[in-house]
């Protein structure tokens, strides 16, 4: 490896997943960054010093000169511009995001072209939702010939740790309107509402959710119609989450103290389990059908997971220039998911 590994986020709950498995590979040339330094630091020593500790603000275009020693970005946050990503891909740095917002992503993808002068790999959708529902997506188009539409199904699970900021883009996005181009016409949408109700870990009703894998696929894969439907562990919550959204209360939901206050709760009052789990059904033209599913424990781990097998794919180098999703570049998709199991005992996979 010429540089060493970027984990910008590093010292988060996925960040330092991701930077624990990387560094039994590649000791000590891993980078923990973020904001605070004594963050970064009490995680390296966490780490037992097998990791750097370095403050970053990549908001701060006087704070990149971290970059020039580095051959790979892993990014654990979310951005409010395209500066970073720039910076990196200029000085030919690969590049890989966790993220889930699809506006952000869509900036991102914006420089493909300046990626693929630069000799840079930037690779997005890495993670579970992003991630693992757009591998499953790929594969399961690729067994079925004539495809009319996908459903995806995502499985979350109320006892799941997040940190705040995750919690509040749930909270956005229970409550968000968007649009979704099915069958060559955009159609406004809104999250939880039309359910379709599917087995996943029991029978139970799923929703319509603003999940960035969707609006991918789309454009990547040829077919028609693709949307991305979620539910709770928890039954009657999420049938009590859509009918709050049917009483238009969900907007509530938008406001930052009730944000917090529910973030507080379900700290401080856990329900649930930390269970995911994914479906992906496609239908052809004929009616015929294909699913595909998987199921584990910790929605953080297996998006560590995702990144880490990402990564090595990425620095083992044979893969093109440019900006890609995930499934446009793992080729072997069921090989790709197996290896999760290593890092999961847990993890069931049904394909």
Known sequence: ?????LIVGGYGAVGSSIAEHLMKIYPHQIIIAGRSFSKAQAKAEHLQ?????HQLDINNSNDFSILNDVELVIMCLDQQNTDFVESCISKGISYIDISADYQNLQKIEKLHFLAEQNNSTVVLSVGLAPGITNLLAQ???????????????????????HGDHAYRWMFENVDSNYILKINDEEKALKSFTQPLKTNLSGERNFYLFNFSDQHVLLNTLDVPKVQTRMAFDVEWFTELTAFLRKLRLTKLFRNKKVQDFAIQSFKNFPMGTDIFGVKVIAKDKNGNSKGLSLKGNNEGRITASVAVEIAILVLNGNLPNGVFHSHQLVKDIPMFLNKLKNYDAGFQLNI
């Open 49 to 53: 010093n097998k990791v750097i500790p």
């Open 1 to 5: 490896m010429k540089g060493k590994i």
């Open 139 to 161: 594969h399961v188009v690729s067994q079925i010939e004539n495809v009319k539409s996908v459903h995806i199904f995502m499985l979350l699970g109320l006892g799941e740790k």
